[in-house]
């Protein structure tokens, strides 16, 4: 690790780049002991399309963020204590290289880089930072995290009724909690997902069976009771058909209009490295 980094004037001075390539609309990221200690690009799996993303690893927050122009502008930053953080690696595929997935109890995300060699760097660096982070704040390792969402091409039909045919009228849906592709039928419930949103979430019918059934437990055995009133039972749901403006836009948001960055041939190109860690 780095930590004779901490309160450096080199230190100071990558921060205050990072800061500025956010500009206005990122967050104030200087902080007393708070270390950079390597970045990069890295592809992040979206729901319609792995997209490239800027991350930043610190001493105790990931960042990352949209690219506008690489090296120069950055924007849609999004900040992970890294006490949250736990990292699962994923098997090789002919299409699919050097990935690994960054689990937090509000959202889980498919990241992979450039070579193997770097996604053990990054890996190697993530964790050593857990480690730490959790030996400093006291913490325990998270054991609840968010469900991936199913990319929206891994299928084209509804992955819990399998009937409904996706189109350009059938709009696909995601489940809050499992992450499956889901149609508007199979998701019409919402139920309060406290760990992700202070909002009801669109869940898929069997999460909200299950998550429904839970509840009712829950209630049973605080209250001693044989059977809890009926405005107990789905406490924390909400039934209906969807308005048409959930988030389920949220991932094409953040990365609308992506500006200047890498094509997928030149990402995994040979000898070609897309990250650097600071010593």
Known sequence: MVDHLA???INSQRIAAVESC???SGQPLALPGRVLLGEGVLTKECRKKAKPRIFFLFNDI???GSIVLNKRKYRSQHIIPLEEVTLETLPETLQAKNRWMIKTAKKSFVVSAASATERQEW???IEECVRRQLLATGLQPSTEHAAPWIPDKATDICMRC?????SALTRRH??????FVVCAECSRERFLLPRLSSKPLRV????FRELAAQKRKEDVEEQGLGSPGPSAHLAGAVCGASSGDDDDSDEDREGSGDGDWPSHVEFYASGVSWSSFHS
């Open 204 to 207: 898929c019918s069997l999460c």
């Open 174 to 179: 995601h489940c809050r909690k499992c992450g």
């Open 7 to 9: 309160n450096t004037e």
């Open 62 to 64: 990931l960042v990352y």
């Open 162 to 166: 399998t009937q409904t045919r996706f």
């Open 123 to 125: 890996i190697s660096h």
């Open 22 to 24: 956010f500009g206005a």
